[in-house]
């Protein structure tokens, strides 16, 4: 081996002990952050966003490093493990859903020592459920490919809803075909959007000193919003669409009026994320006038 390659190898060995320190110290770090939430204070709603948006973590990696803070928290020798090099951060995350306080012999040697593909296989073997990873692949520009593993119940039940479409239009229905045909006929049923659009307009749809929002305002507030959370950050309006809540931008408390113009849709992490802010201003505000008087 020349001098060039000694020089380059013991470079790779400085900056991979390096990497691997940065790993565990941002692992106790996010534990931290997530303690006390500390990603409200600068404006993100969860930790997660705080990864991505803030320090430029691929969601994969924040995903994986959020996994991994919480499981270390009831495993700590999970992170000392990832600090010495024994295990890798993507294998602290696949055994996460398996590792516990009592297990975590077993747990942490066979994530130091087996394959990937054998690891995968113990488990899968521990807990079958985890076997086939849930996953959405782009294949073309408008075309993807899903991956996931059924209960046998579940499969049975897909059999029927396609042979139930494929006598509808009376030919072969594929399971793309039928998976829309379900997906379609539950969103009609179910989508608030919709439900909205096919509301009967009231004659009356708000009481402005009622906190109570009625379903009719209810309506016109997810026909608006189009069932999406509104806040907007950095002039990139969140995307969110599950776990939403209607907050009165105007507190009822001081006077907000229960009106379609003082309602808007925010996500659960938003809407927490508003409430913490104004009890921060409050508390501040409390503080500066007691030293004042």
């Known amino acids: 081996m020349n001098l060039n390659m000694n020089l380059l190898h013991d470079q790779a060995l400085s900056y991979a002990k390096s990497y691997l320190k940065a790993e565990s110290d941002l692992i106790a770090v996010l534990q931290e952050i997530e303690s006390c939430r500390g990603y409200r204070e600068l404006g993100f709603k969860s930790l997660f966003e705080y990864g991505v948006s803030s320090l430029g973590l691929s969601e994969a990696v924040t995903y994986s490093l959020i996994t991994v803070a919480r499981k270390s928290r009831q495993v700590p020798m999970l992170q000392e493990k990832i600090r010495s090099g024994d295990i890798t951060l993507s294998n602290a995350r696949r055994i996460a859903p ?103 307009p ?42 939403l809540d209607i907050h009165h931008i105007r507190p009822v408390s001081e006077g907000g009026p229960t009106m379609l113009e003082n309602l808007t ?29």
């Open 265 to 293: 849709t925010l996500c659960r992490g938003h809407h927490q994320l508003r409430h913490s802010s104004r009890d921060e201003l409050a508390e501040m505000l409390g503080i500066q006038q007691s030293l004042s008087g």
């Open 202 to 243: 009231a004659r009356k749809v708000s009481d402005p000193k009622k906190r109570e929002i009625p379903a009719a305002l209810r309506h016109l507030v997810r026909l608006r919003d189009q069932d999406q959370c509104t806040h907007v950050q950095d002039g990139k309006r969140c995307e969110d669409r599950k776990w």
């Open 98 to 200: 398996v590792l516990t306080a009592e297990t975590q012999e077993k747990w942490l040697d066979a994530a130091s020592t087996l394959s990937k593909r054998e690891l995968e296989k113990e488990i899968a073997r521990e807990n079958p459920n985890l076997a086939i990873t849930e996953r959405v692949k782009p294949v073309t520009q408008e075309r993807l490919e899903l991956r996931l593993g059924i209960s046998e119940k579940l499969h049975q039940e897909l059999k029927r809803a396609q042979e139930i479409v494929s006598s509808k239009t009376k030919k072969p229905a594929s399971l793309e075909e039928t998976l829309e045909a379900l997906a379609a006929l539950f969103l009609q049923k179910e989508d608030p959007v919709e439900k909205a659009r096919r509301a009967r």
